[in-house]
Each structure stands twice: as C-alpha cells, then as structure tokens.
C-alpha cells in the first residue's frame, strides 16, 4: 500500500512537504510518482523518481520550485514544494511501478489515496 501524508492549508509562498510511504509489498526498488488532481480538471504529473539511480522527472510546472526525494531506510519518497502558488491547490497522489516510469497515469501499476493541498492567496 501506499499512503500519502503531509498535506494542508498553506499560503501563497509558504512550503510544504508530502511524504509517500510504502508498506504491504516490496516497493523498495520501484519507481514512485506524484499526480495531482485540482478541483474540476483532470490528474497531472508532478514529478517522478527512480528507486536504483534516483533519477528524477519533473513537470514545467514543478520544476525550480519542487524537489522530489527518497529515504530507502524508510521507504518513503518525499516532495518538497516551496514557493507555493494558489494554482497548486489540489489532491496529490503518489504512484508506484515495479518496472516503468514517466509522465503518464498508465505507466503506474499502485496507488495511494491523496493528500490535499490548499494554498490560499
């Protein structure tokens, strides 16, 4: 299973931190992801990284203001979000596969319920 964690109402420019944890299955050497879903639009890439080399992927929108990390002791991915922007209101999701990543939904086989992030203006 994976949980999304850290979520809240923040303003505009404040920082948060999302934590993704991973527990019932050997998530160890899979690759995770952040979707997020405002209110009315479709699910988005946030950010992606690889389990073995860390290699990262980040959307246009992430990129300079998000950091996505892993803590293989913990099991856990995190995202840092700084400089948040009233557009970055929505429900974050994480994702997981044993054997792809990218930007899209489809390449991600588990996931978690959301957290939901609101920035206010």
């Known amino acids: 299973q994976l949980q999304a964690s850290g979520g809240g109402l923040v303003q505009a420019g404040d920082s948060l931190r999302l934590s993704c944890a991973a527990s019932?299955?050997?998530?160890?050497?899979?690759?995770r992801a952040w979707f997020r879903q405002a209110p009315g639009k479709e699910r988005e890439f946030v950010a992606a990284?690889?389990?073995?080399?860390?290699?990262?992927l980040y959307a246009d929108s992430a990129k300079g203001r998000f950091t996505v990390s892993r803590d293989n002791a913990k099991n856990t991915v995190n995202l840092q979000m700084n400089s948040l922007k009233p557009e970055d209101t929505a429900v974050y999701y994480c994702a997981s596969d044993p054997t792809r990543w990218g930007t899209r939904e489809a390449l991600y086989a588990y996931w978690g319920q959301g957290t939901l992030v609101t920035v206010s203006s």
């Open positions: 019932g299955r050997t998530f160890t050497t899979y690759a």
């Open positions: 990284i690889t389990w073995i080399r860390g290699g990262t």
